[in-house]
């Protein structure tokens, strides 16, 4: 929620009252610079105990309602049957207005069943933009991912309001090339993820159903952060001015076939679901529940998650609640580009994004920009971010590097955990950086996995710039903070 001070500026607030707490702690400088030496410069081997904020991922990480928390404590713990499923069936209804509804353990599990009842062997599936788990999937059932992002989708430095769009013409294009029988469905997500958090607009969602159905392909919607895409919608476009949330989510509802989820990021929980109110979808699909995650109505969830992904879902719909990450989100990222520190615009769904290719433009990409700003980051705040550049992208059957299209550092804003004054925090320590941006130096691999080498890829320094920032950040601010 946004409220307007007396001097006219805008201010994002908190729609909630802590209630409860977990202690954070500062690491000193001297000590984030030998974490993140022990760490080999990848920000997930980092121990918690060294971050001050853990801005790595949205996922899981969210603070929960107390009525979510209440809820868990009444959940009801059977194997068959259990109420906790039916109140979230009800939720499901109530939400999204579909009938037929699974729990799975997370979100790429319901990929991992949707590429099992749909993908055969050199099927495609259409995209308005790939997820990791998505892609994954579909390649291992012997599909292929096909993306159908718009012009300036992955231009750092955009107006557009709509960057998650699906362009239709290259839809028609795919569906002449293969025929559409070998097209097994086409996938939308909300807020597209790995483009910067873009949403995509109502009317591009309606003018994709259309045309899938024109073709006989079912529509999936991948509505993990399905709530700010809502709440971008009606800010964004001027149709759903006076509309409210729900109203949103239900009108979207009406344009797809099957919906699934990670209950981690919208719906403040953890787990997932797949929904739809087509029967044979439904059975196609339940064929493969019990061999992967479990029995119809636990689906490889504990039944406490159940609980608070159901209340997690109604509340989702909340302005408030929906509001609460993509205010301080736009927040974030105004007050830096107002400082020129290069982030990408418009402000997006889940975090707030570092452009290194613009940051840091003395290092080249073959020497990760991106992974090495996340790693100075650290050293100058405690600040934990992602890399999501050349580093997470593996290298081709060749062994050559593939440099990754936008180097990118994420810094991911779990709903509701951080105050104004982190973020205040935040904006600082990212200035001094960038002020002192010449002190960062390219980074090289020590120890590279095959395959996702990002997520346990060691690496160093080239020239020992770790050292220098360190002490030039003590010159300024001392030890302690
Ligand atoms: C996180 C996410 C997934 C995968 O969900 P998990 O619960 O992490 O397995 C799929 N799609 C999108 C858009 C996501 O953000």
Redesign the pocket.
Known sequence: MNITLSNGKVLPIEMHQIKIVQKTHLPPASRRLEAMQEAGFNTFLLRTKDIFLDMLTD??TNAMSDRQLSAMMASDDAYAGSESFFRLAAAVQEVFGLRFVMPVH??????HLLAKAFVKPGDAVLMNYH????KAHVDLAGGRVIELFGEDALETCSCNPFKGNLDLGKFAAAVEERGPERIAYVRM?????LIGGQPFSMQNLRDVKAMADSFGIPLVF?G??ISENAYFIQQREAEFAGTTLQEIILEMMRNVDILY?????SAAA???LIATNRKDFYDRILAWLPVYEGFATYGGMSTKEIEAMAVGLREMTDPAVASSSADFIEYFVRRLAEEGVPVVTPAGG?ACHLDATRFLPHIPQSQYPAGALAAAIYIASGIRGMERGTISTDRGADGSETLADMELVRLALPRRLYTLSHIEYAIDRLKWLFVHRELIGGLKFVEEPAVLRFFFGRLAPIGGWDERLAEDFRADFGDAC
């Open positions: 996922s899981g997370q979100g790429r599990a319901a990929e997820f990791t788990t998505s997500e909300a807020t597209t993820n991948d993990s952060l989820m990670s209950g981690r990021k953890r787990g997932g889940l």
